[in-house]
C-alpha cells in the first residue's frame, strides 16, 4: 500500500494501456509488454511465456490433470474432475485465475473471463512470478527440467496408451492405482536423480526393461533351497540400508513384474519426482509470484500505464488473494501461503530499505544491502522450511499474530505453547519452518528388509515420532496396494520412539505366504 | 516475446476419457444409481441427468499418512488474547480437520454425489437392455429439425437475398416515390408546349415570356429529382425466410395395458415399466407429442395415472379382454386414427380366463390392429405360456405390426421392438 502515497511525485503520463475492462488480444499484448520491461528493470530472469487463454471447461480440465496440458488417462483424474465440475457448478468454489506449468516455455492458462485488469494481475503473476521462480529456484533446477517435462508427459501417455492396449486397460489401471497409493514415496529427498530427457528416456527404455529384468533376476538368484532357511537370512539384510523411495525399490526389485510394469511404476515416480519441489515451496512460489505481481502493476501505475480505477479492482483482487482470516474464523483453512510468503518477501524488501533496531539485530547480514539481490537470493537458494526459518522476521509474527498450540493426546485440553513475543519468536518460527517440512508431514516409512532367501516377504517400517499414530484404515489398504505390485507378503512394522518393533499389518492376512513358484 | 495463443475454441475436452474410465470403474454404483431413478421416475421424466451417489469408501485412494494422536505443535494465526500456558478446549471431533480432507479418511462421511447427463443416463439405462448400437443413436438423438420457407423479411444475411422480391419492391417505391413528380413534370412539359407554341406565333413580341422560364426551371428541377430517386434501396431489399420446424410433426398416443392382478410382482412391474419407457423414448423421438394412456386391469379394467398404474396393487382374477376393450372404446372417443399414430403395448404375465382368449384375439384383429400402428405384447414370467399366449401367436402371424415377447430379464425387452425400430423411418405417417 505503501505505494500509492508515492505516486504523485513521478508520474509520467506515457498514456494508458487500457480503460475499460474488456480485454483483447492486443490489449494482452501491451500489458505484456510493460511487464517484460518492468521485470527487466527488476532483474527477473524468466522462460519465454507461452500464454493461452482457455474457458472455463478446459480450466476443470487442467484442474483434474494435476494442472499439467496432457498426461496418461486414469479414472483418479475422472473423479477429480467431477468434483471440481459438481462444486464449480454449484458455487462452492471459483476456478482460479490462471494456472502455470514448470515447462520452458513457462506454459501459463488464464481464464477467459477475466477482466482486463486480472488477466494483467494474472500474466504479472503467473508469466513473470512463478516462471523466474521455477526458472531460478534450486530445487527446480536440481530436480525438475522444464525443457523436456512436456516430451516426457507425451512419451509417458504414449506409453500407457500402448500398455493399456496390449494388456487391457483394467490391468494397467489396477497397476496405477497401487503405485498412486505409494506415489508419496516415489521421491528421492536427498539423492541426485539424472534429467529427464525424451531421447534418452526413449533410448534407453528398451534397453533398460531388459537391463532392470537382469538385475532383478540377479537380486533372486543368490535364493538358496527353502530347506536351508538359517539366520544367515537375518544377517544380510536386503536392501543394506533402509530405503525411502518405494517405488524406486518396487521398480529395481520387485520379483515378478514384466517390464512394461516396472516402465509404469517409474512413470508415475518421475511425475512424483516433478511435483516434489512444487509441494517444498508453496509459501515461497505463491509469495514470490504474489510479491511480484503487486510490485510489477505498481511500476507500471508509477508509470501512468494505468489508471486508478484499475488499480482499484487491482487492490480489491490482491487483498483477497492475501486474506488471512484468524483462526477462529469459519473460514480458517490454515495459514494462507500467499499471507505468508507475500509478508516474509515484502518484509526482507522492508529490512533491506527501512530497517530497524529489531532488524539489525535478527538480520544484520541483510540490512541496508540491495535489496533486489537479497529477494533473489533468497528466493534461488530455499525451500520453505528454511526460507521460513531464515527470513520469517518477528514484525511478520506480530502482523500475522502467530502463536503455536500444543496438541498432546495425554492431556485433555489444547494448550497455548508459544505467543508472538520476546521468548517464542525464535520458537514460532522454529515449529512454523517444521510444519513446513515435508518429512514432518508425512509418516516416515522405508524399505527395511526383503527376506531374500525365505519367503520374499517384503518389510516396511514406520519410525514412529512424537507418538504420532499411522492412519490405520488407509495404511492397510496402501499395503494391500503394496502386495499387487510385490505379489509376496506385505508387511508393516512400526518401530516406537524407544526402539521397539511391532508388526502392524501384514498383507495378505494371517495366511501362508503364498507358495513360491516362478 | 512472450507468445499468446487463443485456445477457447479448441474443441478438444481432454478430460472425456478420464471421465469414462470413471463410470467404466464404479460401472456398478451408477448402474443402481440409474436403476434406483428409473423405478422412481415418470415414464415420461425419464430423459433427464440423475444425481449419482456412491459412498466415499468405495472411491477413496489411500496412502500413508498420520492419525489422530501423539504430539504435535500446531501454529496458527490471529491470536487475540492468548498467552502460553492457556488452555483451549478440544473442537468437537466432528470439526477435526477441514472439509476436503477429512472426507478420504473418516467413515461415514458424505457419499461422492456427482451429476450425469442425459446421454450418459439413457447410455446406462440402454446397457440393461442390451440395445444394438444403432437404435441408441436413432433414440438418443434430439429430434431433427427442417429449415422450412415462411414467407419473406426485410432483414437477413446477404445469401437469403430474394432478388425478384427485392426488385419487386425497389420497383414500387419508385413508382411511388416518383409519381407526383412524374405527374407535375407531364403538366409542365404540356403547359410549356402550349406556351412555346403561343411564342412561335407571334414571334416579334421582343419580351420573353417569364412563365416559361420558369417552367423550364422546373422542369430541370423535376427531372433531377426523379433521377436521384434510388434504383435500389436498403429498404427494398427482401430475404427469403425461413423457420426451424420440428421432424417430424405428428401426434402420437400410446396405450400401455398392464396386468395388475395379484400374481404381478414388483420385479415383473419394473421390467414391464422399462418396457414403456422404451417405447415411449422411440415415440417421444419420432413423434413431436406423445400421449400416453394407462390402462390397469385384473377383471376389469380402469383408466388411471402413472403414480396408480405403477404402484398399487390389486388382487384377484384376469379378465384381459376388459382393458383390450376399454383401449377401443378410448381409442374411438378421444383418439380417431385419422389424427394420431396409436400404438400399444401390453404387459401381462400371461395369466387370463380361458374362456377370455379368443375374446381378446377378436378384439385385437377386428377392432385394434386395423387401428394401431404397432401393437407389442411382453409376457413377463417364467413358466409356461396359456391361452393368452397361443391366442396371440396367431395375432402375431397374420399382422406383421404386432410383435410379442417373452421376457424373464431385462435384455429380453429389445426384440419386442426389433421390427419396430426398424422401420422406423417409415413409421411416421400424418
Not at chain 2, 415420461?44 to 440423475?50: A, F, S, V
Request: proline share 4%.
Amino acid at each position: 500500500m505503501k505505494k500509492s502515497t508515492t505516486h504523485h511525485k513521478h508520474k509520467k503520463q506515457h498514456g494508458l494501456i487500457s480503460k475499460a475492462s474488456d480485454w483483447d488480444f492486443e490489449l494482452l499484448e501491451k500489458y505484456d509488454h510493460a511487464f517484460a520491461a518492468a521485470a527487466e528493470k527488476f532483474g527477473l530472469d524468466i522462460y519465454p511465456n507461452q500464454i493461452e487463454i482457455i474457458t472455463t471447461e478446459k480450466m476443470m480440465d487442467a484442474y483434474s490433470s494435476t494442472g499439467m496440458p496432457l498426461g496418461y488417462n486414469h479414472w483418479s483424474f475422472g473423479k477429480q474432475l467431477l468434483t471440481v465440475e459438481q462444486s464449480y457448478k454449484h458455487g462452492n468454489m471459483g476456478l482460479a485465475y490462471e494456472l502455470v506449468i514448470n515447462s520452458n516455455p513457462c506454459i501459463s492458462y488464464l481464464l477467459e473471463e477475466n477482466t482486463m485488469t486480472m488477466q494483467a494481475l494474472v500474466i504479472a503473476h503467473a508469466c513473470y512470478g512463478h516462471n523466474s521462480f521455477f526458472k531460478n529456484n534450486y530445487l527446480f533446477k536440481t530436480w525438475t527440467s522444464a525443457d523436456s517435462i512436456i516430451d516426457y508427459l507425451v512419451f509417458a501417455k504414449n506409453y500407457v496408451a500402448e500398455c493399456e492396449e496390449k494388456h487391457g486397460v483394467e490391468t494397467v489401471e489396477v497397476l496405477i492405482d497401487a503405485c498412486h497409493a505409494l506415489m508419496n514415496y516415489g521421491v528421492d529427498r536427498y539423492k541426485h536423480p539424472p534429467k529427464l530427457s525424451l531421447t534418452e528416456e526413449k533410448l534407453r527404455q528398451h534397453n533398460r526393461s531388459e537391463y532392470i529384468q537382469s538385475q532383478v533376476n540377479e537380486i533372486w538368484r543368490t535364493l538358496p533351497k527353502k530347506s536351508k532357511k538359517t539366520d544367515l537370512a537375518k544377517n544380510t539384510r536386503f536392501p543394506l540400508d533402509p530405503e525411502e523411495n518405494i517405488l524406486y525399490f518396487l521398480e529395481k526389485n520387485a520379483p515378478l513384474l514384466e517390464p512394461w510394469e516396472r516402465e509404469i511404476i517409474r512413470i508415475v515416480r518421475k511425475m512424483a519426482q516433478y511435483f516434489y519441489p512444487q509441494r517444498q515451496t508453496k509459501i515461497m512460489n505463491e509469495g514470490w509470484a504474489t510479491f511480484w505481481h503487486y510490485t510489477l502493476v505498481n511500476e507500471i501505475y508509477d508509470n501512468g500505464l494505468v489508471n486508478d480505477h484499475f488499480m482499484l479492482e487491482f487492490l480489491h483482487a490482491h487483498t483477497n488473494v492475501i486474506s488471512q482470516p484468524a483462526f477462529d474464523s469459519p473460514n480458517y483453512t490454515g495459514i494462507n501461503p500467499y499471507t505468508l510468503g507475500f509478508s516474509i518477501f515484502s518484509d526482507i524488501r522492508r529490512i533491506c530499505e527501512q530497517p530497524t533496531a529489531e532488524d539489525c539485530k535478527w538480520f544484520p547480514d541483510i540490512v541496508n544491502t540491495d535489496w533486489m539481490k537479497t529477494l533473489d537470493f533468497a528466493m534461488r537458494n530455499f525451500k520453505d522450511e528454511s526460507f521460513i526459518s531464515q527470513f520469517l522476521s518477528p514484525k511478520v509474527m506480530r502482523d500475522l499474530k502467530l502463536f503455536s498450540v500444543l496438541d498432546d493426546e495425554d492431556h485433555i485440553d489444547l494448550s497455548v505453547s508459544y505467543i508472538h513475543n520476546e521468548e517464542g519468536y525464535h520458537k514460532i518460527r522454529e515449529l512454523l519452518a517444521q510444519q513446513y517440512n515435508l518429512s514432518n508431514n508425512e509418516p516416515n516409512i522405508q524399505v527395511h528388509n526383503v527376506d531374500v532367501r525365505g519367503d520374499r516377504s517384503i518389510t516396511l517400517q514406520y519410525i514412529q515420532q512424537e507418538h504420532r499414530p499411522l492412519e490405520t484404515k488407509d495404511a492397510k489398504e496402501v499395503l494391500k496396494h503394496l502386495y499387487k505390485i510385490w505379489k509376496f507378503t506385505a508387511r508393516m512394522e512400526v518401530v516406537s520412539e524407544t526402539g521397539d518393533t511391532s508388526t502392524f499389518y501384514e498383507c495378505p492376512e494371517l495366511e501362508k505366504p503364498v507358495t513360491n513358484t516362478i | 516475446m512472450s507468445q499468446f495463443i487463443d485456445r477457447r475454441h479448441s474443441s478438444r475436452h481432454k478430460g472425456a476419457v478420464n471421465r469414462q474410465r470413471f463410470f467404466q470403474r464404479f460401472k456398478n454404483q451408477i448402474k443402481k444409481s440409474v436403476s434406483d431413478a428409473i423405478a422412481n421416475r415418470s415414464i415420461t421424466d425419464i430423459e433427464n441427468g440423475e444425481k449419482i451417489n456412491i459412498p466415499n469408501r468405495d472411491i477413496s485412494e489411500p496412502h500413508f499418512h498420520f492419525g489422530k494422536g501423539g504430539r504435535r505443535n500446531i501454529v496458527l494465526s490471529g491470536n487475540h488474547d492468548y498467552i502460553p500456558g492457556d488452555t483451549i478446549k478440544r473442537p468437537p471431533p466432528a470439526n477435526e480437520g477441514n472439509n476436503s480432507q477429512a472426507s478420504n479418511n473418516g467413515e461415514g462421511q458424505d457419499d461422492f454425489v456427482f451429476q450425469i447427463s442425459r446421454e450418459e443416463f439413457l447410455e446406462i439405462f440402454f446397457d440393461d437392455l442390451e440395445l444394438p448400437n444403432l437404435v441408441k443413436r436413432q433414440i438418443t438423438k434430439i429430434p431433427n429439425y427442417k429449415l422450412v420457407r415462411s414467407g419473406f423479411v426485410s432483414e437477413g444475411v446477404p445469401t437469403n437475398i430474394n432478388l425478384v422480391r427485392s426488385l419487386r419492391s425497389a420497383l414500387s417505391r419508385r413508382i411511388a416515390v416518383g409519381t407526383t413528380y412524374k405527374k407535375r413534370l407531364k403538366q409542365a412539359e404540356n403547359e410549356l408546349e402550349l406556351l412555346l407554341a403561343k411564342t412561335k406565333i407571334n414571334v416579334n413580341h421582343t419580351p420573353p415570356n417569364p412563365r416559361i422560364i420558369t417552367l423550364q426551371e422546373e422542369i430541370k428541377l423535376l427531372k433531377a429529382k426523379i433521377q436521384r430517386i434510388p434504383f435500389i434501396d436498403p429498404f427494398d431489399i427482401k430475404y427469403n425466410n425461413r423457420v426451424r420446424q420440428q421432424q417430424p410433426s405428428t401426434q402420437a398416443v400410446m396405450f400401455c395395458l398392464m396386468d395388475v392382478s395379484g400374481s404381478m410382482d414388483e420385479a415383473k412391474k419394473d421390467i414391464a415399466k422399462r418396457f414403456f419407457i422404451l417405447l415411449y423414448l422411440f415415440l417421444s423421438r419420432s413423434y413431436e407429442t406423445t400421449e400416453l394412456v394407462f390402462i390397469r386391469h385384473h377383471t376389469s379394467a380402469k383408466e388411471v395415472n402413472e403414480q396408480e398404474f405403477f404402484y398399487s396393487r390389486e388382487t384377484g382374477g384376469t379378465v384381459v379382454s376388459s382393458a383390450l376393450e376399454l383401449m377401443y372404446e378410448i381409442m374411438q372417443k378421444r383418439y380417431p386414427a385419422s389424427e394420431w399414430n396409436i400404438y400399444g403395448a401390453q404387459a401381462s404375465d400371461g395369466d387370463n380366463w380361458n374362456n377370455d382368449s379368443p375374446r381378446c384375439r377378436e378384439l385385437l384383429i377386428n377392432n385394434i390392429m386395423p387401428m394401431v400402428q404397432y401393437f407389442s405384447y411382453v409376457e413377463i414370467m417364467p413358466r409356461q405360456h396359456q391361452s393368452l399366449w397361443e391366442s396371440y401367436e396367431s395375432i402375431a402371424a397374420a399382422y406383421n405390426n404386432f410383435s410379442m415377447q417373452h421376457i424373464t430379464h431385462y435384455k429380453d425387452i429389445y426384440p419386442v421392438f426389433r421390427e419396430l425400430f426398424k422401420r422406423q423411418h417409415d413409421v411416421p405417417k400424418s
